[in-house]
């Protein structure tokens, strides 16, 4: 991976990524009893209240971030005290691992229940997510559920976040049940007024894991993406 994508897009207060707020898809579709005694992976977290939810209601929440700033920031906004034992920040339930994704392996992450994917793919550029769908794959078991938010918006621009489509999202998870559960289109969002976009929608997609797939068969799927590579 490299390193810098994504703490570069917040050296440069580039905060498209973090909300004041817990997302609204989280509260429909991440309920608290969809939550109990469930462990939740957030791959790049930040510093997302998210976490301060499904620390609430799950059993066990891990969150991988490799700017420690933003981890610091996180326990401090939350008033959340913290033990850090090695490469973990650890508050009760909810460790955050300050490491490279890429680096993070199933050993370390434990058995997983639900990945929470916000703002992980949509951050990447083609060569890099590619790799991140291999990481996944590597981390998740089949039955392993997997809450994924992306943008779709035109023109499309070749910076994060990245406009993903639907249809690419069926291609990048070929070995999971996927439904489509949000699709609004929002005409007052950030980007639409930051960036004169002709429309903005953000999708929500419910998914299970059915089985294993190779990372050869993910390598060449995530490869006929609409994008050309960066």
Known sequence: ???????????????????????????????????????IFVPLCGRSLDLVYFSQFADRVVGVEQNETLILQFFAENQLAYEKVGERYISNNLTIFCKDLFALTPNEV?????????????TLPLPLRVGYLQKMEELTAPGTQYFLTTLEYSPEMNTAPFSISPEEVNGYFPNYRIQHVESPTVPHHRLVRKFKLDYLKEHGFMMQKLHDASYASLVETASRSFYEPL
């Open 1 to 39: 991976m490299e390193k810098q994508v994504w703490a570069d897009s917040w050296d440069r207060s580039n905060t498209h990524f973090h909300r004041q707020d817990v997302h609204p898809y989280v509260l429909k579709h991440l309920t608290p009893f969809a939550l109990m005694e469930k462990s």
């Open 110 to 122: 434990g058995e997983i229940d639900l990945v929470y994917d916000r703002a992980s793919l949509v």
